[in-house]
């Protein structure tokens, strides 16, 4: 559930609520009872979890091929072990 942000237009106090994107925005300052307005921001962004995300092998399309090359994904000179 999203969280938003409002400030009173009457006297400032900003705060957060957490609603369901279609639930009505609020209109009154929990504070003063004045008109308030909704406020745009820049969000969370993307949280990546999981070792899959960041792992070399994953991310440059490589795998771990140590027996045939010699290398390892993670640049290692014997098996790193972890590799697929």
């Known amino acids: 559930m ?3 942000e409002y400030e009173c ?3 400032g106090h900003k705060f957060e609520i957490k609603q369901s994107m279609s ?3 609020i209109n009154k300052c929990p504070q003063c009872g004045g008109t308030v307005k909704r406020l745009i921001s820049g969000g969370m962004g993307f949280i ?3 070792s899959s995300s960041s792992a070399p092998h994953k991310r440059e399309g490589k795998e771990c091929r140590f ?3 010699g290398k ?3 640049g290692r000179r014997e098996p790193c072990g972890k590799c697929h």
């Open 2 to 4: 999203p969280t938003y």
């Open 9 to 11: 237009i009457n006297c």
């Open 23 to 25: 639930d009505e925005p």
């Open 48 to 50: 990546f979890k999981g």
């Open 67 to 69: 027996e045939t090359t």
């Open 72 to 74: 390892t994904c993670c």
